[in-house]
């Protein structure tokens, strides 16, 4: 499960060809089952149009054992997301968090899963993390690039995880289409 989740967790966030070196190593060494969230912290890079808000990502949890239809464990999380902050000209960076109060429900999901794989259960895990909403300041362009940065320990600089991507490109037309449906012009409030 060490291996299987992490590499879930990144082909979910872009294609593999976008995983950096060091990105890689990094989700190597995340233990899902084990790792404290509130360790866990992920740094997300979009266009400076773009403005995210607590509750508009989400990290999921789960773990499917062989041959069963639904997954026996499935938690998801809202992240707050931090105050952005400028990465590069025209890019802003949110860090995204799991929230104190959402933290034991992860815990739980974890304790779930190790217990089935304890008892030998056999199955796939996944972590995800992924954008439901946001909104914008300008009209999306034709593209939308992201890139992700991971950091599992407090005193730890962030990883670079994924190097940028355009997401629209990575979905199908229609997929593509409701995301940026996702993506409402700003309140002008």
Same mark, same amino acid.
Request: charged share 20%; glycine share 6%; aromatic share 4%.
């Given at each position: 499960?060490?291996?299987?989740?992490?590499?879930?967790?990144?082909?979910? $966030?872009?294609? *593999?060809? @976008?995983?950096?070196? +060091?990105?890689? &190593?990094?989700?190597?060494r995340l233990d899902p089952l084990t790792t404290a969230p509130e360790h866990v912290a992920l740094a997300v890079t979009v266009p400076d149009t773009v403005r995210l808000r607590s509750g508009d990502a989400v990290l999921s949890l789960a773990f499917r054992a062989e041959? =069963?239809? &639904?997954?026996?464990?499935?938690?998801?999380?809202?992240? &707050?997301?931090?105050?952005?902050?400028?990465?590069?000209?025209?890019?802003?960076?949110?860090?995204? %968090?799991?929230?104190? =109060?959402?933290?034991? %429900?992860?815990? @739980?999901?974890? !304790?779930?899963?190790?217990?089935?794989?304890? #008892?030998?259960? &056999?199955?796939?895990?996944?972590?995800?993390? #992924?954008?439901?909403?946001?909104? !914008? !300041? =300008?009209?999306?362009?034709? #593209?939308?690039?992201?890139?992700?940065?991971? %950091?599992?320990?407090?005193?730890?600089?962030?990883?670079?995880?994924?190097?940028?991507?355009?997401?629209?490109?990575?979905?199908?037309? =229609?997929?593509? +289409? @409701? $995301?940026?449906?996702?993506? +409402?012009? *700003?309140?002008?409030?």
């Amino acid at each position: 499960m060490k291996t299987i989740l992490p590499l879930l967790f990144l082909t979910t $966030l872009a294609g *593999c060809d @976008a995983i950096t070196p +060091a990105g890689l &190593m990094a989700a190597a060494r995340l233990d899902p089952l084990t790792t404290a969230p509130e360790h866990v912290a992920l740094a997300v890079t979009v266009p400076d149009t773009v403005r995210l808000r607590s509750g508009d990502a989400v990290l999921s949890l789960a773990f499917r054992a062989e041959g =069963a239809d &639904m997954p026996a464990v499935s938690e998801t999380v809202p992240l &707050m997301i931090a105050p952005a902050t400028t990465a590069s000209p025209g890019t802003r960076r949110y860090v995204a %968090r799991i929230a104190p =109060a959402d933290a034991p %429900r992860l815990v @739980a999901a974890q !304790t779930a899963i190790r217990a089935l794989r304890a #008892s030998g259960t &056999m199955g796939a895990g996944s972590l995800g993390v #992924s954008v439901e909403r946001g909104c !914008t !300041t =300008a009209p999306l362009g034709r #593209s939308l690039p992201i890139s992700t940065a991971i %950091r599992t320990d407090p005193e730890a600089p962030f990883v670079p995880l994924t190097r940028s991507v355009d997401a629209f490109d990575r979905l199908s037309p =229609a997929e593509a +289409a @409701a $995301l940026r449906a996702r993506f +409402a012009p *700003c309140d002008a409030s």
